[in-house]
């Protein structure tokens, strides 16, 4: 059983989530935001297997939480780092969904200061950021990972109206054929829904720092 810990705690990382457009004309990437995330307590179950050695709890998955329709959704907050992937597994009424997305290659391993400004030329880190990154495009035909009957498409156009962005995840996959064994490593939840639209994918690139 988890040990109580306060929800004011301090986790010993950060998460930067930076998403946008990429133009499938021009290949130009247009950024629509750049917030940090909240660290789940799942990340610690994913950390101390990794340092273990187990390879099969890396991070290998993004999630696009969204809905299907014609006005501004209502929006949320990620109220508990507990709300992980039972929060998603819930999900699958009539326009609610979330598309599981693998990360497109292996992260980029860079330093990140802000942890300890003006110590740069110390080298105090030599490698302690991880950026991920993962693109989806949209159709008509691609159905989110619910078992809502009829499935929700993921689009810029559909019976319901265009498909809207309104939170993401990182996760991590140990049994990739059975996504509610995933693991949820970060969430964020979207100020302000990013909607789908044609000739665009939506990228994301999510870096998580470590002190």
Known sequence: MRNT???TYEPSCIGTVTMGYRNLKTNSFT???????????GAADIMSRLVSGDNRYSISHMYYHYINTSVVPSL???????????FFSTLGNTTEDWIRIPILTSAKIDTYYDFAPGEEQNNVYSGNM????ATSASHPTQQGESNASPSNYFAYAGDNGPSKIIGVALASSPDPLNKYKDIVFSRLALSSPITVQENSYIDCFWSIAFK
């Open 5 to 7: 810990i306060k929800e």
């Open 31 to 41: 950024p629509i935001f750049h917030k940090k995330n909240l660290i789940m307590y």
């Open 76 to 86: 949320y907050e990620v109220n508990s780092r507990a709300d992980g992937i039972n």
């Open 130 to 133: 991880a950026t991920f990154v």
